[in-house]
T-cell receptor, first 113, second 114 residues
Framework: SQELEQSPQSLIVQEGKNLTINCTSS?????LYWYKQKYGEGLIFLMM?????EEKSHEKITAKLDEKKQQSSLHITASQPSHAGIYLC?????????????FGQGTRLTINP | AAGVIQSPRHLIKEKRETATLKCYPI?????VYWYQQGPGQDPQFLIS???????DKGSIPDRFSAQQFSDYHSELNMSSLELGDSALYFC?????????????FGPGTRLTVT
């Protein structure tokens, strides 16, 4: 089963509109990371949230962490075509001693002009 | 700024063949990670190296092996390829093993097994 569930799985918005992507963890969150992936390319690290209630912004992208709900949200204001891509949330896990990143299944964002 | 380089970008192999994927981390990054991303799936961690030693192991099949060399580049060797190995293979590097979440990903190698 997916440890990190993202919603929605895909999103089509009109350029200039705001949008929100959610990421919910089935396990305790100690840190939550957001990445962006252009179709078929590598992941780009966007930001990291570590403390409950923490909110970070990068250009028009804002992410928040709600530790109690084990949830994070990514909000894009006044979306632009350059925001199109796949957004993945990630969290660190220790699995049999191995430290690794686990990812959500991604949210595919399309921006219509 | 220099980024993570992966080669080749595309690779087509037949079943039971072998493949070698290469990864060149960002200069002064001593930690390398390998991920496998199947079609429509999220990336799955395979293996990582720190200072040329294997540091963590994920869901890497026994048919795969990897190593990190003295110049910090890494190679993922895949033998007895199966159709299910068709995927996008990412390499990522980070400057510190303790900040592994801040990984810089390469463009990936798309492996197609026919």
């Amino acid at each position: 089963s997916q440890e990190l569930e993202q919603s929605p799985q895909s999103l089509i918005v009109q350029e200039g509109k705001n949008l929100t992507i959610n990421c919910t963890s089935s396990k305790t969150l100690y840190g939550l990371y957001w990445y962006k992936q252009k179709y078929g390319e590598g992941l780009i690290f966007l930001m990291m949230l570590q403390k409950g209630g923490e909110e970070k912004s990068h250009e028009k992208i804002t992410a928040k962490l709600d530790e109690k709900k084990q949830q994070s949200s990514l909000h894009i204001t006044a979306s632009q075509p350059s925001h199109a891509g796949i957004y993945l949330c990630g969290a660190d896990r220790k699995d049999q001693g191995a430290q690794k990143l686990v990812f959500g299944q991604g949210t595919r964002l399309t921006i219509n002009p | 700024a220099a980024g993570v380089i992966q080669s080749p970008r595309h690779l087509i192999k037949e079943k039971r063949e072998t493949a070698t994927l290469k990864c060149y981390p960002i200069p002064r990054h001593d930690t390398v990670y390998w991920y496998q991303q199947g079609p429509g799936q999220d990336p799955q961690f395979l293996i990582s190296f720190y200072e040329k030693m294997q540091s963590d192991k994920g869901s890497i099949p026994d048919r795969f092996s990897a190593q990190q060399f003295s110049d910090y580049h890494s190679e993922l060797n895949m033998s007895s390829l199966e159709l299910g190995d068709s995927a996008l293979y990412f390499c990522a590097s980070s400057p510190y093993p303790t900040r592994f979440y801040e990984q810089y990903f390469g463009p990936g190698t798309r492996l197609t097994v026919t």
